[in-house]
Structure formats: structure tokens, C-alpha cells
């Protein structure tokens, strides 16, 4: 499949099938997400993967309640997390810049998106989800206090395929100077 049409393929999944995905697959999501560029290499995005029964259910409980019900059959959930005062910072520890931590917030979505078209690649569907108990989801999985959960994405075989919400044209979000 080529680039462009994984893009276009690639939709928001809020029904799954239980079918189960192989770890070589979720893998496979996780080395593709790791050859997006991080600032000065930084390297600090960490993902936790949900796969067993007990694990999972925890997970699924951290979540929103609306993202209970969306994501309750699938049978991966991965947790991105971020090391903090890494990306966007000199070793003496002061800010690159005013975002400061912002960039490694901007490394996990440039990974989180090779992730998800590497997904979609192989045939599985995703939802990326930011409500969520950060809290609860750091004590299950032991993430350590210097890192910051930052999102879960559900991952599976799609029990739907949800029409494509219209995007913008160029023209709407562009300025050339």
C-alpha cells in the first residue's frame, strides 16, 4: 500500500473485534514510530503495551467512560508516555526555547503518527485517546514519575469502517509569503 493511500485509509476506530494482534505486529508499530525524528535525537518517548486480560482491563477502566464503551473488545492498548526535561533542553537543564517541554509533546505525536499509519498498514485500526487517568494508568504499568502518560491508543481489527469526516483544503490553512 503506498503512503498516500495508508493516509487516506486511516480513520478513528470505535468499535473492535476482539481478534487478537501479534506482538511482532505491535512491534512492527512501535519500530516504525521509533524512526520518526525526536529533538536533538532525544529519544524520550516510551510506550507501555497493554496485551494481557488483567492489564488490559485495567487500562479500559483508566479510561473515560466514553472511551470504555468505544474501546472495550480491542486487544492491544499502548500507552505513550514522555521523559520530562529531555527534548527542548541544554544537559545543564535550561530550556532550548519558551515550550520547554513542549517539544517532547511534539516528538510523541510525530511518533504516535508513524505508529498509527504503520497500523493501518497492516490492517489494524486505532483511536488515540487523551481522557484518561494518568494517574492510575502510571501505578498499573509502573511508569516512572519522571515520565508523563500522555495518551493511550487502542489498537485492533476494526468491527466498523467509519466514512471519513470532510477535511480542509489547503487553501483554508495555508499562507505563502
Not at 500522555?150 to 480542509?168: L, N, Q, S
Amino acid at each position: 500500500m503506498e503512503l498516500r493511500e495508508v493516509m487516506q485509509k486511516r480513520k478513528s476506530i470505535r468499535q473492535y473485534l476482539t481478534t487478537p494482534v501479534e506482538e511482532e505486529k505491535v512491534k512492527a508499530m512501535i519500530e516504525a514510530a521509533i524512526l520518526a525524528p525526536t529533538w536533538k535525537n532525544a529519544q524520550e518517548i516510551r510506550y507501555y503495551v497493554a496485551v494481557s486480560e488483567e492489564k488490559r482491563q485495567a487500562v479500559l477502566d483508566a479510561l473515560a467512560e466514553g472511551n470504555r464503551k468505544k474501546t472495550q473488545n480491542a486487544p492491544v492498548f499502548l500507552i505513550s508516555a514522555v521523559i520530562l526535561n529531555r527534548a527542548g533542553f541544554q544537559k545543564d537543564g535550561t530550556a532550548d526555547n519558551e515550550l520547554g517541554n513542549g517539544w517532547g509533546c511534539y516528538d510523541l505525536g510525530l511518533q504516535n503518527e508513524n505508529l498509527i499509519l504503520k497500523a493501518r498498514e497492516l490492517g489494524y485500526g486505532t483511536l488515540i485517546m487523551g481522557l484518561r487517568a494518568g494517574d492510575k494508568l502510571r501505578e498499573i504499568l509502573s511508569i516512572p514519575e519522571t515520565e508523563t502518560v500522555m495518551a493511550v491508543i487502542a489498537i485492533g481489527k476494526a468491527a466498523e469502517e467509519p466514512a471519513r469526516p470532510k477535511r480542509k483544503d489547503v487553501e483554508d490553512i495555508v499562507r505563502f509569503y
